[in-house]
């Protein structure tokens, strides 16, 4: 892939008080088999030093401090404007730092991603932290009774789950292109920052 197209993927990871959990997380990204990538840390100033951590042990990834805790929706929305700023950028990866990723993830879900050129949203399954032989999340919808659910929630993970189109995908660890990102009307913000943590990826499925 050439580096003047979009091709990178860029990992936005938004921690407060978790350096203990910033290792594995950021290792899963370092091992990834997909070459171009960058990783933008956005630190709701912590006081654990997980920000010097960072510039430390990873020091070809952007931190970006905050003097504040901004929340998720604002943090990941800090880390995609600093996302976009670099051209090659064709994909931005939203990981929460208790995540772990297969190391041929983001080949896989770029490589189906491009199958789809229309495509706004790609999740994976996301499995339990302790119990991976459980389902945390394939993807996230309105449930008749009109709460916010994470699909397969707490099936047991057969390998048997394909792709198929979905309501919207678990900003915990999911894959939104640039151009959806673009797209959207509503002031150069992706998600809705009055909803601080919870319930954003929801909104942004919904809109």
Not at 24 to 35: E, L, M, V
Not at 37 to 54: M, P
Request: net charge neutral; proline share 3%.
């Amino acid at each position: 892939m050439a580096e003047n197209k979009k091709t990178k993927a860029a990992f936005i990871i938004v921690g407060w008080n978790n350096r203990k959990l910033l290792k594995d997380c950021f290792d899963s990204i370092d091992k990834q088999t997909y070459p171009h990538k960058q990783i933008i840390y956005v630190d709701n100033n912590s006081s654990d030093g997980s920000a010097e951590w960072v510039n430390q042990h990873f020091p070809d990834a952007i931190v970006l401090t905050q003097r504040k805790n901004t929340g998720f929706a604002k943090g990941n929305n800090i880390g995609i404007k600093e996302a976009l700023k670099d051209s090659t950028v064709g994909y931005v990866v939203l990981l929460n730092t208790d995540a772990r990723l297969d190391p041929e993830w983001t080949e896989k879900i770029i490589e189906f991603a491009t199958l789809k050129p229309n495509g706004a949203g790609f999740q994976g399954t996301t499995l339990d932290y302790h119990k991976r032989e459980v389902v945390d999340s394939t993807h996230i919808y309105v449930s008749h009774n009109g709460q916010g659910t994470q699909g397969n929630w707490r099936y047991y993970y057969n390998g048997e789950l394909g792709p198929r189109k979905v309501f919207g995908v678990n900003a915990a660890v999911c894959l939104i292109t640039r151009h959806f990102i673009e797209a959207q009307p509503f002031g150069g913000e992706l998600f809705d920052e009055r909803m601080y943590m919870y319930l954003e990826d929801i909104d942004l499925a919904a809109r």
